[in-house]
């Protein structure tokens, strides 16, 4: 049994927020049913948020250890599905906002949480993967269970150079439709187009002005950023088309109007990976598991040491980060 371990830390005390790694018990670690021996985890732009300042109350709860998805291997199991041993993941569940994270080389979670890792997906792989690749496979799910295929049309990306943008932009592309990837920066430009997208536009480029509805030019759109983007895109979506919504990097707020939604039958889909239930989960796993020996995954993958986290969460914030950032928590 692992006594002493390592793990980002926070504290907060009298209104100010101390983050370090730390050694720490296994009495640190909130309860659960089953203690996991961590390898991997990542830093997406919620952990961002949470490491610089805890904008937007990530962690909720303290002294939290960070980190919102993790693999590793079972060391103890009172669950009845999982035994010492079994590789596992897992993501959301509130951890590193209400119970303690991926951050750290063990974890200590509900056992109702975990997915065992598919025969296909390596527990590096799986974090390549994470939240985000979770993400993107819920979203491309909802496309799929609302009609979408590739002779619709072609599908849009928002946030394209982000995790989640560049796993959706590699996992559909790799299913045969057409992707449009939007970025902010030109610098994107070489990165979008490796990773399959037919096209790349920027954000300037959008129509901006303010129509009821404009010409249909999406069948659908993966969106990542919210705000006026996401106000902007709802009147060119096609006819029956759908916007899966994922993420709110440039804000929780936006401006619509019913047309869309009554005039071409627009649906508009929330995407939450955090609180997804089990059965769902095992569907986009089994789906990730069916396609990644199609997907180069080192197009999007940068590894990173933990005491690596502090700097990429900045960087992740500002815009700065391409694709997936792995953090191996047993190398410092």
């Given amino acids: 049994m692992i006594d002493k371990f390592k793990a980002v830390h926070a504290i907060e005390q009298e209104g100010k927020l101390n983050i370090s790694i730390s050694d720490l018990s296994i009495d640190d670690l909130f309860p659960g049913d089953v203690l996991i021996q961590v390898f991997y985890s990542t830093v997406n732009y919620k952990d961002g948020l949470a490491l610089k300042g805890n904008k937007g109350r990530i962690m909720q709860k303290f002294p939290m250890i960070p980190g919102i998805d993790f693999s590793g291997i079972v060391i103890e199991s009172n669950h009845k599905d999982f035994v ?3 590789e596992v993941i897992a993501t959301g569940w509130g951890l590193g906002e209400t119970h303690t994270g991926g951050f750290s080389q063990l974890a200590r979670v509900k056992g109702d949480w975990l997915i065992k890792r598919p025969d296909n997906i390596s527990l590096k792989s799986s974090m390549i993967l994470g939240t985000a690749g979770f993400t993107s496979m819920l979203s491309i799910l909802e496309l799929e269970d609302n009609y979408i295929k590739s002779k619709n049309g072609p599908v849009l990306v928002t946030g394209g150079s982000g995790g989640v943008g560049s796993t959706s932009i ?9 992707v449009v990837a939007l970025t902010r920066s030109a610098k994107n430009l070489e990165y979008l187009l490796s990773l399959g997208a037919s096209n790349v536009i920027y954000s300037d480029d ?14 659908a759109v993966i969106d990542t950023v919210g705000g006026d983007v996401l106000g902007n895109l709802i009147p060119s979506i096609k006819n029956n088309g759908c916007i899966a919504v994922c993420g709110n990097a440039a804000g929780v707020n936006f401006n619509t109007n019913v047309l869309p939604f009554i005039l071409r039958g627009v649906r508009l889909i929330g995407i939450d990976s955090n609180f997804c239930p089990l059965e769902r989960r095992n569907i986009s796993w ?6 990644i020996k199609k997907l180069n995954l080192d197009l999007i993958t940068t ?10 969460a900045q960087e992740i914030l500002l815009g700065n980060i391409r694709g997936r950032i792995v953090v191996d928590v047993n190398n410092f």
């Fill in 303 to 312: 590894e990173v040491v933990l005491s690596d986290v502090f700097r990429v």
């Fill in 84 to 86: 010492a041993g079994d």
């Fill in 170 to 178: 590699l996992l559909l592309s790799n299913l045969g439709y057409e």
């Fill in 206 to 219: 959008l129509d901006s002005h303010n129509k009821l509805l404009k010409k249909g030019e999406w069948a």
């Fill in 286 to 291: 089994n789906r990730l598991n069916k396609y």
